[in-house]
């Protein structure tokens, strides 16, 4: 079983639509990060969250540190969002990173 | 040029082969990371180093070496490599290594052992 579990594995909307991916971790972290990879490999990093909420234009990202959980989510998506999501967490241990294995969304027009 | 660059952006080896991915970062970071990123698996940390000096390495097999010979060059050495070693090498710099420090990524190496 992995440490970092999202879900959905894989997700479709309608262009507009509010989207949710969610990230559940099993390990004690001192940060949670949301990365974007599009088509090729790119990754960008969209969040980086140790409590609460941050919000960056259309995407809000948040966290319950006590849930072990979070949440990324896009206000009217467009379909140049789509793109693999990763949740990422940094254990409160060391250096080690653990990573989940993507949401991947597709943005119909 | 700017970011995060890595060369080549794809590379088709034998097994018995010996070759390099090179990553140079532009950014003026101080800590630089190797990634290995197979099909349908979570990204894999490999290597970091921080002010040229590797403060990880999480149990990668042998045939992969890597070398920091400054702040802006990250080398992964690839000799005697396995079919399962084909994946995607990604790069990655961040200001330090601290906590709250974000990660620029490169485009990736689309790695291919034979």
């Known amino acids: 079983k992995n440490e970092v579990e999202q879900s959905p594995q894989n997700l479709t909307a309608q262009e507009g639509e509010f989207i949710t991916i969610n990230c559940s971790y099993s390990?004690?972290?001192?940060?949670l990060h949301w990365l974007q990879q599009h088509p090729g490999g790119g990754i960008v990093s969209l969040f980086m969250?140790?409590?609460g909420k941050k919000k960056h234009g259309r995407l809000i990202a948040t966290i319950n540190i006590q849930e072990k959980h979070s949440s990324l989510h896009i206000t009217a998506s467009h379909p140049r969002d789509s793109a693999v999501y990763i949740c990422?967490?940094?254990?409160?241990?060391?250096?080690?990173?653990?990573f989940g294995t993507g949401t991947s969304l597709t943005v119909i027009p | 040029e700017t970011g995060v660059t890595q060369t080549p952006r794809h590379l088709v080896m034998g097994m018995t082969n010996k070759k390099s991915l090179k990553c140079e970062q532009h950014l003026g970071h101080n800590a630089m990371y190797w990634y290995k990123q197979s099909a349908k698996k979570p990204l894999e940390l490999m290597f970091v180093y921080n002010f040229k000096e590797q403060t990880e390495n999480n149990s990668v097999p042998s045939r992969f070496s890597p070398e920091c010979p400054n702040s802006s060059h990250l080398f992964l050495h690839l000799h005697t490599l396995q079919p399962e070693d084909s994946a995607l090498y990604l790069c990655?710099?961040?200001?330090?290594?601290?906590?709250?420090?974000?990660?620029?990524f490169g485009p990736g190496t689309r790695l291919t052992v034979l």
């Open positions: 969250l140790s409590s």
């Open positions: 990655a710099s961040s200001q330090d290594f601290r906590i709250t420090d974000t990660q620029y």
């Open positions: 990422a967490v940094r254990l409160d241990t060391g250096n080690q990173f653990y």
């Open positions: 390990v004690g972290i001192s940060a």
